[in-house]
């Protein structure tokens, strides 16, 4: 059924043709119950009737409302009416990206920011289990306010293999942007998008296609040879996209996203290639992740423990201790995954193990005691006696005023029993006691 403009399809009031593909025609429309602007896609005429184009329809709506993500449209609506399948769904004013390739005006920080918003859409839509098949300039929007859409799902298909099938050798897609396995028929999955992300990053930022023979290894010109502005890092990220085997690829779209990010900002990228399997996680090697550790890593065993020499401070023999404990500590990760017998390290006491002390010998207990005390007695020893205990004088403690006066009373006693015997024996009168000295008052 052919739809004219000016005319109401449904609730949808028609008021201008905005595209057509080779199955269907988009229509920008009105919503008259909510009252907002949308896009109302629909098959062409002449094929309703097509089975495989209304389940394309279809599974472009499925997957599509299946994502909740800025960069991807959101679906409103989907039906049939009068024989005629249709979608409805968010309306995007714009310029397909197509339309920047080569274009010279655009800043490369900018185009790099679409490229990370592309990653990340179709990050989205594989943490959803979908794929997408078909992703190309032309399916991706800047719209007016400069925002990412990526569009047409129709083509999606579910990361699942059970719940979707295809025919056998049968090929989906735009060639012109189709990894190897995709064109052959093979096996495809998240890595499939990666790929043709690679291609659209390469043409936007080289300004042309970098070409190759479909189904063949692509060995594209160094991209930052082609555009001597692109940084070698962003570089370096497009082509590792673009690697042949599957498995050389980036373990996700967002870590494409991410690695962008590092290339513009000049940090160091935070992943080191490895294998990959189809939904994205790391299959890599003992072999590489060792090869990944920093070569300071110590490759034998630790030497053998040895004191501090004399007059090394307690707070440089405790740096020392510390340092061969964050050494055994990278040893140890480095060789965690080595196969048996590949090293000693880790039968290898580490060196500040020798200069730790050796633990106090436990407590005899009360039996061990008595027996250890009839042992000593049946040898004939004596049995050692407590030594008296002897209080310590108190830090500066001295004698009281009482006791001095104590003293000296007793000294004058003592003068006074002496002077009256001194008189007896001579008859002379006994002397005066002497005067109380100061001290005694």
Known sequence: ?????????ERYA???????????????????RLRRKVALKVLRPGRDGDPDAVARLFREARAAAGLTHPNTVAIHDIGEANGTFYIVMELVTGTPLLAYVGDERTPLPRKVRWLVDIARALAAAHRAGVIHRDVKPSN????????????????AKPLDPVSFRTMQGRVVGTPRYMAPEQVTGGDVDARTDQYAFGLVAYELLAGRHPGGVLGTTLTPQALDAVAPGVPRAVAEVVRRTLAGDPERRYASMEDVAVALEDAMAGRVS???ERATDARGASTSSPEAARASLPDTVPAGPSPPPSSPPPGTSSRAASADVLDDAMTA???AAAHADAPLGATLLSREAPSFLGRLPAPAPPAPSPVERVEQKEEHVERGHEEPRAAPVVAPPRPGAGPSRARILLVVGAVALAAVA????????TGAPPAA????????R
Do not use: C, N
């Open 270 to 272: 935070r992943f080191a």
């Open 140 to 155: 991706v929007m800047i719209s007016d306010e400069g925002a990412v859409k990526v569009l047409d799902f129709g083509l």
């Open 418 to 425: 002496a002077a009256v015997a001194a008189s007896t024996q």
């Open 14 to 32: 028609v008021e201008s043709l905005i595209g057509r593909g080779g199955m269907g025609e988009v229509y920008r429309a009105v919503d008259t």
């Open 1 to 9: 059924m052919a739809i004219a403009v000016g005319e109401t399809f």
């Open 329 to 331: 500590k990278r040893a």
């Open 433 to 440: 006691p002497p005067s109380a000295t100061p001290a005694a």
